[in-house]
């Protein structure tokens, strides 16, 4: 009989290789025989441990929401201690599992990942517009969910990127690229309030469901 740990061992092992062949072919063409061999581990034990091929992507689905909800934590710690440089983000741990997520993407999956990184992105920015004291007008949750998207869409784009930046992305010289890339659009406004002012000016006022919530200042973690 296996032990806990060797359990957890094997657990970790299929995990991993399913994370590999999802992103390599996505949930319908990848097999369970064909991550089990990856494992190295029979499909009678994958099968043990997990049940199905639902529930071994559901698993790939929480251990890439845990990353997500860690690094938000300590990058939020960071922020408190006023030095994001020791954030987390500098390490890319994303950066392995881009081809998984931009796979699930494609294939329509990824949506308790879309809505978790929305709400955590809600929580910031509801902390900046308090204390920025301007009114924006659409609502933190709107914004989260354009910004969440736009950030899903580099997983996507990864190897489009790597082009240009002549860097893999999970490399520390392309995520470095791409770090500093991004600091630089959310720190230099790309229009003055006076541009953006007129830019609105013909649109219609945006949707009740874009205001109406309240603003208050939330714990982003």
Not at 7 to 36: M, N, P, Q, S, V
Not at 108 to 117: C, K, P, Q
Not at 141 to 170: F, K, Q
């Amino acid at each position: 009989m296996s032990s806990a740990a060797e359990d957890l061992t094997a657990r970790a092992r299929i995990r991993d290789a399913a994370l590999a062949h999802f992103g390599e072919h996505g949930f319908e063409k990848a097999t369970i025989r064909g991550i089990a061999k990856t494992a190295g581990v029979s499909s009678g034990l994958l099968r043990h441990h997990f049940g199905s091929k639902e529930a071994v992507r559901d698993a790939c689905d929480e251990y890439v929401l845990g990353i997500v909800r860690k690094l938000n934590e300590e990058t939020w710690a960071a922020y408190e201690a006023g030095d994001l440089g020791k954030a987390p983000s500098a390490r890319d741990p994303l950066g392995p599992y881009n081809r998984y997520i931009a796979r699930s993407l494609i294939d329509g999956g990824s949506t308790e990942l879309f809505d978790e990184i929305t709400r955590m992105g809600e929580a910031w920015l509801a902390t900046f517009d308090a204390r920025s004291g301007h009114e924006p007008h659409t609502s933190a949750r709107v914004r989260a969910a354009v910004v969440a998207a736009w950030g899903l869409a580099i997983p996507m784009m990864s190897e489009h990127l790597a082009r240009v930046l002549g860097a893999d992305l999970s490399s520390p010289q392309g995520f470095s690229l791409l770090a500093h890339a991004l600091l630089d659009l959310h720190s230099i406004p790309l229009m003055s309030p006076e541009e953006a002012a007129a830019a609105r000016t013909g649109l219609s006022e945006p949707p009740a469901s874009g205001l109406s919530e309240q603003r208050k200042r939330s714990d982003p973690r």
